[in-house]
């Protein structure tokens, strides 16, 4: 069996406040946290709230990065959702961490969408039959 999609769930805790404000330098860790997993990076949007906090996408060809940050908690979430067997993760999170700077970092994978082969060919073949 294989996955269609890998999930990598982030969650930073205790992360640095003035990290979890601007948008520009997120989207900018963001980006280059897609380029050093090997992501096609195809589009972004970051919204800044007010009084704080922001919300931003990396749309790439494989899917999407998303992050979510809440300063008066100093946590920040981050998810990939990715397809393709190439993706360097690790080193796309370890980027993040960095910049975040959280003293409590939470990793989560988890794969979406399984496909087994010969499952598919028996309802293929049912639905044609």
Known sequence: MRS????VLIDLYECV??????AEDIKDAMLAAARLMGAEVIGHSFH???????????TIAESHLAVHTWPEYNF???TFETCGHR????KAYKHLIEFFGPKSPKITHQ???FVDSEVEEIHLRQEVG
């Not at 269609?4 to 999930?7: A, C, G, P, Q, V």
């Not at 993706?87 to 690790?90: A, E, G, V, Y």
């Open 4 to 7: 269609l999609l890998d999930l």
């Open 17 to 22: 406040h003035e990290r979890l404000l601007d």
């Open 48 to 58: 800044t709230f007010k009084p704080w906090g922001v919300s931003g996408t990396v």
């Open 76 to 78: 920040a979430a981050i």
């Open 87 to 90: 993706m360097d993760h690790k």
């Open 111 to 113: 794969k979406r969408g």
